[in-house]
C-alpha cells in the first residue's frame, strides 16, 4: 500500500521493520557473495557506499534515534567507535571504504541486537504520532537504504534476488503529452497525515501556470536518437558545468550504454541487454537530461508542475518506474523548519537539485507523490530518468 508508513500502527510497524531488515540482508548478502562484503573491496564509486558500512549505518541509525534520542537511555552506541563509524554527517563517503570496519558476522549481530531492543521498546509505547515518529523514521530510513543497496549491485554488476529483478524490467507505457490548466494547489505534506520529511513541510499554498508535460519519461530509443545525431559532441546543448562533466569522465553515452550491432544497450545488473524501445530511459545525469532538452526544444518539469501533475491523477500520467531530474534546485519550503535528521536534507541544500516520484525499487510503502529526493547533477548511477516540458 502506497505512503503506508507514514500512518503505521505499532503493529504494523513492527512487522514492517522486521520485512525490512529480511530486504536488506538479503540484498547485502547478494553483494557478500560478489565479493564486495568487506570494505576495503569496494571500488571508489560515485554516491555508492560500501555494503558493509550501510549495513552497520541501517542500524547505527536506528539505535541512535530510536533507541537513544528517543528511548532517552543510554548515551553511548552498543557498538564499540559505532558512532565514529557509521555517523553519515560526520564521515565523508570517500573516508568510508578505509574504515576499521568489524567483519560482517559482527555487524550482523549488532543489527539484531539493535532491532530486538527497537521491537521492545516499540511494543510499549502509546501509539500516538509523536511517540511512532522515530520508529517511523527509522523505517523509512532502512528503506532508502535499500534502495542504496540496489543501487549499488547495478553499479556493481551483482545480480538482483527474484523478487526484484522481475520488478526492473520496466513496461512501456503510452507516450503523449498532458495539457494541465494550472492554478492554485496545497503544495507539501498536509497536516494530520502522520509522519513526514522536514523537507516535505510545512504544506504552503502554491500557483502554477498552465502547462504541457509528457505522460511518461523520456524513452530508451528517444534517447539513442539524441545520442546517434551527436548530442555528446554538440557543445552547444551542454550547460557549461555539463561539459566540464563529459570532458572529466570521457562520457560518450549514460552510464552502462555500450553501442553493439547498431543498437545502443545497456548493462543491467550484470546483464547486456537491449532494452525495449519505450521503456523510459534510466541512469541519466541532470547535464544529459538539460542537454536533451535542448536538443529536443524541451524543458524539464519545475517541482511545483510535477506535484501539481501528479495530484491531479490524470489517468494517462504514470510515475514510479523511476526517480525524475526537475528543474528545481532542492531548497526548503517556506517556513519550514529543520528536522533531526541532519543527513536527510539540511546539507543538501545549494548543492543538490530536486528529484521526484519514485523508482522499481522503491519499497511500496515510501511512494508518495509529495516525497522529495535530491541528488548532485553529475549522478547518474541512480535509477532515474526525466520528463519533459514543452516550452
Not at 560482517?104 to 531492543?117: F, N, P, Q, S, W
Not at 543501487?151 to 494541465?180: D, H, K, N, T
Not at 499554498?205 to 502547462?211: I, K, Q
Not at 489517468?315 to 526548503?332: Q, V
Request: with cysteine.
Amino acid at each position: 500500500m502506497r505512503d503506508a508508513f507514514r500512518s503505521a500502527t505499532s503493529g504494523e510497524l513492527a512487522g514492517a521493520l522486521l520485512d525490512a531488515r529480511d530486504y536488506t540482508l538479503t540484498l547485502f548478502g547478494c553483494l557478500a557473495i560478489a565479493g564486495y562484503g568487506e570494505a576495503d573491496r569496494m571500488p571508489l564509486l560515485d554516491g555508492i557506499n560500501p555494503p558493509l558500512w550501510e549495513l552497520g549505518h541501517i542500524a547505527w541509525f536506528a539505535e541512535r534515534h530510536v533507541l537513544r534520542k528517543a528511548g532517552g537511555g543510554r548515551q553511548a552506541s552498543l557498538l564499540h567507535s559505532g558512532d565514529a563509524w557509521f555517523d553519515a554527517a560526520v564521515v565523508p563517503r570517500a573516508a568510508r571504504r578505509a574504515l576499521p570496519l568489524p567483519k560482517a558476522g559482527a555487524l550482523k549481530t549488532y543489527c539484531h541486537e539493535v532491532l530486538d531492543r527497537v521491537l521492545d521498546q516499540l511494543s510499549r509505547e502509546d501509539g500516538g504520532d509523536a511517540a511512532l515518529y522515530p520508529y517511523r523514521l527509522a523505517l523509512a530510513h532502512e528503506d532508502r537504504r535499500g534502495e542504496a543497496l540496489a543501487c549499488a549491485m547495478q553499479a556493481l554488476g551483482v545480480a538482483l534476488p527474484p523478487g526484484l529483478s522481475g520488478r526492473s524490467v520496466l513496461r512501456p507505457w503510452a507516450q503523449g503529452e498532458i495539457r494541465f490548466s494550472g492554478g492554485g494547489f496545497s503544495m507539501g505534506s498536509p497536516p494530520g497525515s502522520g509522519f513526514a520529511f522536514d523537507n516535505e513541510q510545512p504544506a504552503h499554498p502554491c500557483r502554477v501556470a498552465p502547462f504541457v508535460m509528457d505522460s511518461t519519461l523520456v524513452s530508451h530509443a528517444q534517447f539513442a536518437e539524441f545520442i546517434d545525431d551527436g548530442g555528446y559532441r554538440r557543445a552547444a546543448l551542454w550547460s557549461r558545468a555539463g561539459r566540464e562533466w563529459l570532458v572529466e569522465g570521457r562520457r560518450e553515452a549514460p552510464s552502462g550504454w555500450r553501442r553493439e550491432e547498431s543498437a545502443w544497450h545497456c548493462q543491467r545488473f550484470g546483464r547486456t541487454i537491449l532494452p525495449a524501445p519505450h521503456e523510459p530511459a534510466r541512469h541519466i545525469s541532470l547535464y544529459e537530461a538539460q542537454a536533451w532538452c535542448a536538443w529536443a526544444g524541451r524543458r524539464l518539469p519545475s517541482e511545483e508542475e510535477w506535484e501539481f501533475a501528479a495530484l491531479s491523477a490524470h489517468p494517462a500520467l504514470r510515475w514510479g518506474d523511476l526517480w525524475e531530474w526537475t528543474c528545481s534546485p532542492f531548497a526548503p519550503y517556506p517556513g519550514a523548519v529543520p528536522g533531526g535528521w541532519r543527513d536527510g536534507s539540511a546539507y543538501r541544500i545549494g548543492t543538490h537539485q530536486a528529484v521526484r516520484g519514485a523508482s522499481f525499487a522503491t519499497r511500496e510503502r515510501m511512494r508518495s507523490l509529495t516525497t522529495r529526493h535530491s541528488c548532485l547533477p553529475g549522478r547518474n548511477n541512480m535509477f532515474i530518468g526525466f520528463r519533459t516540458c514543452a516550452l
